[in-house]
């Protein structure tokens, strides 16, 4: 059962538009949300994260939302550029019990953005 | 060095080979997770070491999986008879700290191919 999801396999967008990439998450007792970004052959590298306890968190032209309610979360880039192309994957931080906090991510969105 | 260095980059190996993949911290790294992504999906933890102590091996799929990191430094992840469904890319991750949200760093990966 997957408790990370990323509905879209993929999206386009036009250069200097917003791109909105969508999380969806079942496992109440996640406490943190990330988002990575992955070049081909690349790991993946931190992008921005948010605390549970909030809603929002801007830094430059990313935005991540949460909606804990909805247990639902999305990254905002604004305004959108061709090297943002790249897989993004969303992933969601908890307590193992073991000693450690386990990510647990999505399948990745790959964007790409038109020049 | 300046980031998580993982060795080989690629390794083929034959049905019932045994492999050993490496990975080299950021040196004062306490923590170091091992994560496996297969085609298409996104990475799912395997272990995590807490300097040299092994806390969490939950996401191990089989006891062929071992891992070791003697000196707190240097890890190992060793896969006995390998299997076509080990095929993946084998990710390792660092961080300071204990909890691994924005300060974790990943390695390039190692893709295994299992033939």
């Not at chain 1, 019990?97 to 790959?110: C, E, M, N, V």
């Amino acid at each position: 059962d997957q408790q990370v999801k990323q509905n879209s396999p993929s999206l386009s967008v036009q250069e200097g538009r917003i791109s909105i990439l969508n999380c969806d998450y079942t496992n109440s007792m996640f406490d943190y949300f990330l988002w990575y970004k992955k070049y081909p052959a690349e790991g993946p590298t931190f992008l921005i994260s948010i605390s549970s306890i909030k809603d929002k968190n801007e830094d430059g032209r990313f935005t991540v939302f949460l909606n804990k309610s909805a247990k639902h979360l999305s990254l905002h880039i604004v305004p959108s550029q061709p090297g943002d192309s790249a897989v993004y994957f969303c992933a969601a931080s908890a307590y193992s019990g073991a000693g450690s906090y386990q990510l647990t991510f999505g399948k990745g969105t790959k964007l790409s953005v038109i020049p | 060095g300046a980031g998580v260095s993982q060795s080989p980059r690629y390794k083929v190996a034959k049905r019932g080979q045994d492999v050993a993949l490496r990975c080299d911290p950021i040196s004062g790294h306490v923590s170091l997770f091992w994560y496996q992504q297969a085609l298409g999906q996104g990475p799912e933890f395997l272990t995590y070491f807490q300097n040299e102590a092994q806390l969490d091996k939950s996401g191990l799929p089989s006891d062929r999986f071992f891992a070791e990191r003697p000196e707190g430094s240097v890890s190992t992840l060793k896969i006995q008879r390998t299997q076509q469904e080990d095929s993946a890319v084998y990710l390792c991750a660092s961080s300071l700290v204990r909890v691994m949200n924005t300060e974790a760093f990943f390695g390039q990966g190692t893709r295994l191919t299992v033939v």
